[in-house]
C-alpha cells in the first residue's frame, strides 16, 4: 500500500532575517518597528525580557557601554 499524503499543508518554512537591517530599523523607530513585528504575546515576552526605555538596550557599542544588549535585541527579533 502506498503512503497517503498528509491532509493538509504544514506551511513550515525558514525566513532568512538579516540582524544589521534589524538594527537599522530598530535605531529608526524602534517602537514602531516592535509594534508592526511583534505579536502581543511576543511583545509582553520583549517587556519582561527587556524592562524599561528601549533606548537603553539600544546604547552604541562606541559609547563604551559594558551593558550593552543591542546583539540580544536583535537576536530576540530575528527569531520571532
Known amino acids: 500500500m502506498a503512503p497517503r499524503p498528509f491532509p ?3 506551511n513550515i518554512g525558514t525566513d532568512i532575517v538579516l540582524l544589521s ?3 537599522r530599523l530598530l ?3 524602534g517602537t514602531r ?3 508592526r513585528v511583534l505579536t ?3 511583545h509582553s515576552l520583549f517587556k519582561a525580557r527587556f524592562p524599561g526605555d528601549l533606548e537603553k538596550h539600544l546604547s552604541r557599542p562606541e559609547t563604551g ?3 550593552n544588549k543591542l546583539p540580544k535585541v536583535e537576536h530576540f527579533i530575528g527569531g520571532r
Open 8 to 10: 493538509s499543508a504544514l
Open 21 to 23: 537591517r534589524v538594527t
Open 27 to 29: 535605531n529608526k523607530d
Open 33 to 35: 518597528f516592535l509594534r
Open 40 to 42: 502581543p504575546r511576543e
Open 65 to 67: 557601554d559594558k551593558h
